[in-house]
Each structure stands twice: as structure tokens, then as C-alpha cells.
């Protein structure tokens, strides 16, 4: 309350500030006699000890006395997380990976001081090289083109004047006091952008229709209940850009004649939650929330909600009861939210990328986006890669890039060169794409041609030791798990394939059974009630049309070709090219393994667990299983 | 303990802060599931009395606020160790192996997914992705992430805990 006197009354004052950071923040854009150190302060470097890192260099900048020509920034993800903590020097932009706090003393002297950057902490390429400067060399970065990530890992989440610096709220001012609400509704829609949060409806025509309504009272949600496992994309627009948000939402509440938004987030995201609640207070304190936004009659706020751990909350209908104080438990539609919807008011959902990517579109305009993707799919999509994939992270690519492009171009293939078996996209309502279809462009249409979906961005790469047939059982068990209850298809019909699932999994399926699946398959998919039910057969039905060798392998061989489902699998240890080096009798957890220099290792095959740590850790490719 | 978690003196400090929670937030549209995320931060979970007093306050039948507090994971009405060990079985975890992870705590620390040791230090959880995906498979133990965890990591993590 106390700081009043930061509130921006016109659009003036907004370009004075854009202006002075622009000028402060130009080493990480262009040259600059100040030094910018830029480290990954969320999600998995924040787990690996970056704020150790930031304390350490911290502490550094200010023994040296150097606070006015050094600046450390602890900014959102960067992308390459699987060679984390990640820091990036400015000007310079140099890019060290795997940082430990032991390393920033040598960061420091030699090359803060020395001017000689550290090479043995520079980013690994796939092919093992060392690359200096990884944000222009490096094949993960070099192919992406940044829209909605674009702020992440470039400026500090938490300060609303760098943000203001790199054109933020710029294109919430250009709307609100150059355009009428049905001129930014207008060019949502030629921009063609759809929906990022799975099903890829086109924005502009829901903000249409929302638009249309007469009532007064009408609310702006942001779905930020990123449920899909394996997901983080949009944790990494909240923790790393969250003012993109917020600006976007503010739009969106102009361009419909709404004064309050929604933003549901998981709870599991405490980082997150953080970090906007830090924001929409910063933005209420400079005026670009609240009242009078810019010194017009537009006036819109944004509360947080958190969910509490229910998947079907990510369906809109079930993310507004839930905000209603209920039970997330979805409805029939019609009415579609934009007539009614929360607190029986005309509502927009849109995901976090989607509003992301908004502001982007109105500084740069329509044409540009539209020069970007495909026919039907326009703008980027961000992709979270991974499983078994050397360079797991963040990826942003235009629409249209095909997943080998994504997978061994610019992610690096698959670690200890096993084969590519298929990538899951979509979560629990997408499917999988095996390795004939790597070439195909990715885009919605595509997608769905091929039986999975965009879905929120997920992208799971596999290889030869997964065993399809278990991770569809993966995927019902967790749907079985998270279904609501509410309608009869996807609470009993989700179980009963399961079950179905189980038994071949066990060894006791008969050939029948891929036929009861494809029955109860199509069956939930067309009478379920939400989306989430309806697409809950999705893993089935995909790992049945690409890989129904495995399934059949379970049912009449009563093998598991991946040595994966336990109950049909057996470890044993081929005596011919065992070296004896007693690597796996030390790792068995249960100690089911006997044997030494002399004699023979053996697994007693009543004592295994089958858990595979001796197949995983022999040297020698000597641990076999049928 | 839960039986007089109303009663005592001790709890009345308790039961203060809840009624603040309920106050603060009465006036809110939808003001039940953030009412009950607080009073799970005061109470640790939320026991039949917490839930009936929420209640009685806001004029919503305890049978919907039960119905609510037993929908969503994230609520839990029996009490949790001192130590949460979430075992995440999201996709990129599931497959690098994260459930011989859960197995390896279940049989050393001798519970199941949902139960809390004898010494009420460590409860067991799995959990749905945790957005960790970098760095698969991933254990977070309260606030603790550990990352590429493998079975064998499973006893020298609890020692982390283990005075």
C-alpha cells in the first residue's frame, strides 16, 4: 500500500520505464560494458542446488564490491534440464551446465575476472563435443523459435520492470487504448491461434462467443492445472514468465467485457503459486491490474485457486465447479461455459501457453504469427521431452516440426543408443507414435490422424524396454485412479479394461480379450460424459493398432518382449559371456543372486523380485530375460 | 489425539486460527476449498471435527464438505508423518523405472502407499508427476527433490531424515 507512487497513470509512463530497462537489460540482447550472470533458479536445477549456486556467486559479487557492473538474476527454466543448474554469462553468452557450488569460485576468477570462460562446464552436444555458447550453437537450441517461453530464463520472474523491459504489458496498453473489444476478438481470430491445452479450439471463436453474451458479470479463467504426467510446460511459463499471463488475461477481459479473472493452479506447483501471487501483487502496485488500468474505464483483477489434486479438474467444466467450492465434477454441455459458466456466468478457459503466446501476437501482429506452422496449426507448440531421451527438457518449435526432428535432432536420441520404440503424446488421452510415422510434421490434424493428440505438450520418448502393454496399463490405472465417478462408462468401463489389462499383463490373457478391449474401448469414447472420459481408451486403442504383436506375444507366448511385466518374466544369467564381475549379485536388492569368481552366478528364481537391477546394471549384456 | 483436537486449551489457539481462515475468506465466492487448504496447513490434515466446524460456520452440510475434502487427493483426513515421501509415478518417471523406487521404500521402511511409519517420521506417497521430469525419477521427500534416483539410493535418502 505503501508504494502508491509506482502506479502508472498513462501510457507515457509505461515507455518511460520500458525505455530505461531496455537500456539496462541490453547485454543480454546486444553489447553491454555490464556483466548479466543469468542462473535457472526453478523446477529441476532448483532440485539440483541452484540456489546454493546463486548464494555462493552472491556472496562473490559483493566481497568484490562489483554490485553496479555485475548483476546476478535467477530467472525461469532454460530449457536444457537435464544438463542443470544451468548459467548463462552475458554478454558473453556463454552457457555452463551440471554447476555445482564447488565450481562458481573458478566461474568467478576465471572468467568473471580472467575474461577466460570455464570450457569443462560448457554444454555437451549429442555428439559429446563441448559447445561454449549453447544458446547459439547447441542443436537443442538452435532449431527452436520462442514464442510463449520466449522471457523464460531471460529475465527475473519476479520483477515486473525487467518484464516491462522486454516490451511486457506493451501489448495490453496498444489494446486497451487503440482497439475496440471487438477489434482484439477480431484479430485473435485471424491470428488462427488454437488452443494449447489439448483439444486446439480455435481462441478467437471462444472469445467470440463470450464476447456476444449480454450479461454483465462475465470471468476470465486460466487453466493452470497441468494434470498430464509427464508435463511441465506451463509450470515453467508460471514459474519463468508469469506478467505474459496475467497481460493476457487482462486482454482477454477487455476483448469480452470481463473486470475479474481465474487463475486455477495446482497446488503441487508451490513455486508457481509463489510466484504469481508475487505478481499480480506487483501488477496491482504499478496499476496494470485493478482499477482504471493506464488511466482508462477498463479496470480487471486476477485471483489464484488452487486445485487440490484431481485430474478431471483440467476439464473445463470440472475447473469451474471446482472453483465454486465443489467437487470437480464435470457437465453436460450445452451450455458451453462461454453462455454459462462459472458461478453460471459467461467464462472463457484458455491454458497458460495459449495465453502466452497472446501478447506476442498483438506486438508482432497477425501476419507474422500466421507465417509460422501449418495450414491448420499456426504459431509454436512447447513440448516437454521426456523419458528415455539424452537431452530432457523444454522445447518450443513451430508447428509442423516432425518428431525425429524433435527426438534426435535437437533432444539427441536415445541414451545408450537402444532403439526408438514409439513416443507417447497427450497424456492419459493421447497415444502413442511408433518409429514408422518419426517423419510426420506435428500438428493437431496430424496427430489425431495418427490416433493420439496435441494434448498440453507432454512427449515421452521410449525405446525396446518398454513394454507397451504395461504403459497403457500405466495410463488406465492412473484414469481408473482419477475418474471422477460421476458418469457410469469411464468409472465402470475404465476399471473393467484395466482389469482386462491386468490379466494379459499376468500372463493369463486369452485372445478374445483384445476384442472385449476394443468393445468397451469404443463404447467409453462415445458415451462418456467429459473429454477426459471420452479419450480415457486413447492408450489402448493406440498401443493396439500400432504394437499388437506385444499383446499378442503376453496372450499366447505368454512372454513380455521388454522383460517388464513381472509376473511373465524371468532373469537369468548366461553362463557363457558372464565375466563374473559380481556387479549384479551386489545390486540385487533381495539378494536372490549367488556365485563368486569360481563358481557360476545364478538368480534363484524363487528369492527374484524382478526388478530388473540386474539386467540394467551388467556390463556385459550377460543378464538375459524371456 | 484427534477425538479432542477442539477441546483442550491447547487447540483453542488451533481453533482461533482456523476461525480466522474462515473469516478471512467467508465473503469469497467458492470459499470452502480455500479454507480447507489453510486448515490442512494448521492442523497438518483434516480431522471429522476441523471438517464439521467449517461446516457449521459457513452453513455448507458436512456431508459436502466431506464429499469435497474425499474428491480431491491433495486433502487428507488421517494424519501424515513428519517426513512425506512422494514417489513420482508420472510418465517420464513411470517409465524409468520409478516403481521399483516405491517398492524399494515400501519394504524398507515396511509400509504401504498411504500408511505412515510406527514413529509417525515418514509417510509413503506416490504421486502424479511432480514436474520434475528432468530429472526422472524423481523422489521429493516435504520439500526435498531428489532426482535419477535409483533403489539403492533409496536407504542413504532416508538417512538424510533418520537422527
Redesign the interface.
Known amino acids: 500500500m505503501a508504494d502508491c507512487n509506482r502506479k502508472i497513470d498513462n501510457v507515457e509512463q509505461l515507455n518511460e520505464i520500458r525505455e530505461r530497462m531496455k537500456e539496462k537489460l541490453k547485454p543480454r540482447f546486444e553489447e553491454g560494458a555490464a556483466i548479466h550472470i543469468l542462473l535457472c533458479g526453478v523446477?529441476?536445477c532448483?532440485?539440483?542446488g541452484s540456489l546454493k549456486i546463486y548464494e555462493e556467486m552472491d556472496r562473490l559479487i559483493k566481497e568484490s564490491g562489483k554490485e553496479k557492473d555485475i548483476q546476478l538474476v535467477s530467472t525461469g527454466c532454460m530449457g536444457l534440464?537435464?544438463q542443470?543448474p544451468l548459467m548463462v554469462v552475458y554478454p558473453d553468452r556463454v552457457m555452463y551446465t551440471h554447476v555445482k557450488p564447488e565450481d562458481v569460485e573458478e566461474i568467478w576468477n576465471s572468467h568473471i575476472l580472467g575474461g577466460k570462460p570455464v570450457e569443462r562446464l560448457f554444454a555437451t552436444e549429442s555428439d559429446g563435443r563441448k559447445v561454449a555458447h549453447a544458446l547459439d550453437e547447441h542443436s537443442f537450441y538452435t532449431k527452436q523459435l520462442k514464442i510463449a517461453l520466449k522471457n523464460c530464463g531471460v529475465i527475473n520472474p519476479l520483477s515486473i520492470e525487467e518484464f516491462i523491459g522486454v516490451d511486457g504489458y506493451k501489448a495490453l496498453a496498444t489494446v486497451i487504448k487503440e482497439m475496440d473489444p471487438e477489434e482484439v476478438v477480431d484479430l485473435i481470430k485471424a491470428s488462427n491461434l488454437r488452443g494449447r491445452g489439448g483439444a486446439g479450439f480455435p481462441t478467437g471463436t471462444k472469445w467470440a462467443f463470450a464476447a456476444s453474451q449480454l450479461e454483465r458479470k462475465k470471468f476470465v479463467c486460466c487453466n493452470a492445472d497441468?494434470?498430464?504426467?509427464?508435463?511441465?510446460m506451463d509450470?515453467s511459463v508460471l514459474e519463468g514468465d508469469p506478467h505474459s499471463v496475467l497481460e493476457a488475461m487482462a486482454i482477454a477481459g477487455y476483448a469480452i467485457g470481463s473486470d475479474q479473472g481465474y487463475i486455477y493452479v495446482r497446488?503441487?506447483?508451490?513455486v508457481a503459486v509463489k510466484t504469481l501471487n508475487e505478481a499480480i501483487k506487483q501488477a496491482r502496485e504499478y496499476g496494470l491490474l485493478g482499477k482504471k488500468i493506464l488511466g482508462t474505464d477498463f479496470s480487471f483483477d486476477v485471483e489464484v485457486?488452487?486445485?487440490?489434486?484431481?485430474?478431471v479438474c483440467g476439464e473445463e467444466t470440472a475447473l469451474m465447479t471446482?472453483?465454486?467450492?465443489?467437487?470437480?465434477e464435470p457437465k453436460p454441455r450445452p451450455p458451453f461455459p462461454a453462455v454459462k459458466g462459472l458461478?453460471g456466468q459467461p467464462t472463457i478457459l484458455n491454458n497458460v501457453e495459449t495465453y502466452a503466446t497472446i501478447p506476442r501476437i498483438i506486438n508482432m501482429g497477425v501476419a507474422w504469427f500466421n507465417s509460422i506452422g501449418t495450414e491448420g496449426s499456426k504459431g509454436t507448440k512447447v513440448f516437454?521431452v521426456?523419458?528415455?531421451i539424452r537431452h530432457?527438457?523444454l522445447v518450443e518449435v513451430p508447428m509442423g516440426t516432425t518428431l525425429q526432428d524433435i527426438v534426435f535432432g535437437m533432444c539427441g536420441g536415445i541414451p545408450k543408443d537402444k532403439a526408438f520404440k514409439a513416443a507417447?503424446t497427450g497424456?492419459p488421452s493421447g497415444g502413442c507414435i511408433p518409429a514408422i510415422h518419426l517423419d510426420t510434421p506435428i500438428d493437431y490434424e496430424n496427430l489425431i490422424a495418427l490416433g493420439s493428440m496435441m494434448g498440453s505438450g507432454?512427449l515421452?520418448v521410449?525405446d525396446e524396454d518398454?513394454c507397451m502393454v504395461d504403459?497403457a496399463g500405466?495410463?488406465l490405472h492412473?484414469t481408473v485412479d482419477e475418474s471422477?465417478g460421476k458418469c457410469t462408462p469411464c468409472r465402470i468401463g475404465t476399471k473393467r479394461m484395466y482389469e482386462i489389462l491386468s490379466k494379459i499383463t499376468d500372463g493369463k490373457g486369452e485372445v478374445e480379450d483384445v476384442d472385449r478391449l476394443n468393445v468397451l474401448a469404443r463404447n467409453i469414447k462415445n458415451s462418456a460424459l467429459c473429454g477426459l472420459g471420452q479419450t480415457a481408451p486413447n492408450p489402448i486403442i493406440s498401443t493396439l493398432r500400432y504394437f499388437e504383436d506385444e499383446y499378442m506375444a503376453h496372450i499366447l507366448e505368454k512372454t513380455c518382449p521388454a522383460g517388464v511385466c513381472k509376473s511373465i518374466t524371468k532373469f537369468f544369467i548366461d553362463k557363457e559371456t558372464c565375466k563374473h564381475c559380481g556387479i549384479c549379485k551386489k545390486?540385487c536388492?533381495v539378494a536372490a543372486i549367488s556365485g563368486d569368481r569360481k563358481t557360476d552366478f545364478v538368480i534363484d528364481q524363487e528369492a527374484c523380485?524382478k526388478?530388473?537391477?540386474c539386467f540394467?546394471r551388467c556390463p556385459f549384456n550377460s543378464v538375459l530375460h524371456h | 489425539m484427534a477425538n479432542c483436537c477442539l477441546e483442550n486449551s491447547e487447540s483453542k489457539a488451533l481453533l482461533d486460527k482456523l476461525d480466522e481462515v474462515i473469516d478471512k475468506y467467508k465473503d469469497t465466492?467458492?470459499?470452502?476449498?480455500?479454507i480447507?487448504?489453510e486448515a490442512q496447513g494448521i492442523y497438518g490434515y483434516l480431522p471429522f471435527e476441523v471438517q464439521l466446524h467449517i461446516s457449521e460456520r459457513l452453513g455448507i452440510p458436512l456431508a459436502?464438505v466431506y464429499?469435497?475434502v474425499t474428491?480431491?487427493?491433495?486433502?487428507n483426513t488421517k494424519p501424515k508423518g513428519k517426513y512425506v515421501i512422494n514417489v513420482c509415478?508420472?510418465?517420464?518417471c513411470?517409465?524409468?523405472?520409478s516403481e521399483?523406487i516405491l517398492?524399494?521404500f515400501k519394504?524398507t521402511l515396511g509400509i504401504d502407499i498411504g500408511d505412515c511409519t510406527e514413529d509417525q517420521i515418514f509417510s509413503l506417497e506416490a504421486?502424479?508427476?511432480?514436474?520434475?521430469?528432468?530429472?526422472?525419477p524423481?523422489v521429493m521427500i516435504n520439500?526435498?527433490?531428489?532426482?535419477n534416483v535409483?533403489?539403492?539410493d533409496v536407504e542413504s535418502i532416508l538417512a538424510n531424515y533418520q537422527l
Open positions: 523446477a529441476g532448483l532440485s539440483t534440464c537435464a542443470g497441468e494434470g498430464d504426467p509427464g508435463a511441465f509450470r497446488a503441487e506447483y508451490p485457486r488452487l486445485g487440490a489434486g484431481a485430474f471446482s472453483i465454486e467450492g465443489n467437487r470437480g458461478f516437454a521426456g523419458g528415455k530432457t527438457g507417447q497424456g507432454g515421452i521410449m518398454t504403459l500405466f495410463f492412473f471422477c545390486h536388492p523380485i526388478c530388473g537391477e540394467k | 465466492a467458492g470459499p470452502l476449498i480455500p480447507l487448504h459436502d464429499g469435497v474428491f480431491y487427493t491433495g486433502f509415478l508420472g510418465t517420464a513411470y517409465v524409468k523405472g521399483n517398492d524399494r519394504t504421486c502424479r508427476c511432480i514436474g520434475s521430469c528432468g530429472l526422472a524423481a520439500d526435498d527433490v531428489y532426482g535409483s533403489p539403492d
